[in-house]
């Protein structure tokens, strides 16, 4: 059992379970691409005043090149996230899940796993882009070795920025590793989401909470419930919360309308408001903005980067890979976003107190 799930200390799968606002955490760079540590300890003390309940650095949207040894970066980034976050939260502590993104073999991915207990972060987001051409058994014996290690958040990805294709019967096997706290969903694929749903309700494994990453239907993943059975007994699993580069941006926002949801839910009401139906449209189409889905989602990061810019929290949108760049006219789009759905953005918090987080 990992230091993170021993009685009496933080309880992972239980703060999970509660359903969480948890953004993937960019990556300020200077222009010559160091880390611009003013900035990112703004990004950091953003996401906590804003309300979430948590964080996932060391993933997709952080920049995948930090993991690199000739970067150097994998440590500090996570160590800068875990103080400036603790120090965020003294004055009013409360329940936050450090997610740290883990990556490559297994031998990396379990240095990396040590980094991270040793830095207090709970549990780790796996990525498999470095086995995409692995078989399912080997992954899943990738998967269970890093368990052992941390607590897991496993991770379905898009093949479109490095994931692969992920059958039914690879989240079930999956499903039966003990020390899976939560998947993120993230295929962008109705079908493909559904598969996990269904394999861990086959699982009987209630305890694993469902986050959805598809930014292109986050308000259609949280408020539908799923019928499925389990044992004989039907019933229906749902989205809890979302880990996602979408909530990287706008995270007050995120953070009222997850509150909402759960609000509704607890009510009992069985009616989704339409207002949400519609509010899910305009985010999706916001976001492929951000994201450049257009475009293959080539100007995805420096897109979330743009937005942060315009709010001030960043000075650009540079990222290590030297090709990613915003897409011709994506810019203009991004600075049209706030006039056009103002309901989603948070403009005016990030306005109120940016100096104090960049001091």
């Not at 952080?62 to 120090?87: M, N, Q």
């Not at 003990?178 to 962008?188: G, R, S, T």
């Not at 069985?270 to 989602?297: H, K, S």
């Amino acid at each position: 059992m990992a230091a993170s799930e021993q009685p009496g200390r933080f309880n992972t799968r239980a703060a999970l379970q509660a359903g969480l606002v948890i953004p993937a955490h960019p990556l300020a760079l200077t222009p010559t691409r160091s880390m611009d540590e003013r900035h990112q300890r703004a990004l950091t003390r953003y996401y906590v005043a804003a309300g979430a309940g948590g964080m996932a650095v060391g993933v997709h949207t952080t920049g995948f090149p930090i993991h690199d040894d000739k970067i150097g970066l994998y440590r500090p980034v996570l160590e800068l996230a875990a103080e400036t976050a603790s120090a965020a939260l003294a004055s009013s502590p409360r329940p936050f899940v450090r997610v740290a993104g883990l990556l490559g073999d297994t031998a990396q991915a379990l240095r990396e796993a040590q980094v991270a207990l040793a830095l207090g972060y709970h549990c780790g987001l796996l990525s498999l882009g470095a086995w995409r051409d692995a078989t399912d058994a080997a992954i899943l014996a990738h998967c269970q070795r890093v368990a052992e290690a941390i607590p897991l958040f496993g991770f379905y990805l898009q093949p479109a920025v490095g994931g692969r294709r992920l059958s039914y019967a690879f989240w079930r096997e999956f499903a039966e590793i003990p020390q899976v706290v939560a998947i993120k969903v993230a295929p962008f694929d109705r079908y493909a989401t559904l598969d996990v749903v269904r394999a861990l309700a086959d699982a009987g494994r209630d305890d694993i909470a469902l986050y959805t990453g598809n930014d292109d239907a986050i308000v259609p993943d949280l408020v539908t419930d799923v019928p499925v059975t389990s044992g004989g007994r039907a019933y229906t699993r749902h989205f809890v919360g979302g880990l996602l580069g979408q909530w990287a941006v706008w995270t007050q926002s995120a953070v009222t309308m997850l509150r909402e949801v759960q609000a509704w839910r607890a009510s009992g009401a069985t009616a989704v408001p339409r207002e949400w139906l519609t509010r899910g449209a305009v985010l999706t189409m916001a976001n492929a903005v951000i994201f450049d889905a257009a475009q293959g989602y080539t100007g995805c990061l420096p897109g979330i980067l743009e937005v942060l810019r315009l709010q001030g929290l960043v000075r650009g949108c540079w990222t290590f890979d030297t090709h990613e760049r915003l897409s011709p006219g994506q810019a203009e789009a991004i600075a049209r976003l706030s006039a056009q759905y103002p309901g989603l953005v948070d403009d005016d918090f990030v306005a109120e107190h940016r100096d104090a987080w960049l001091a």
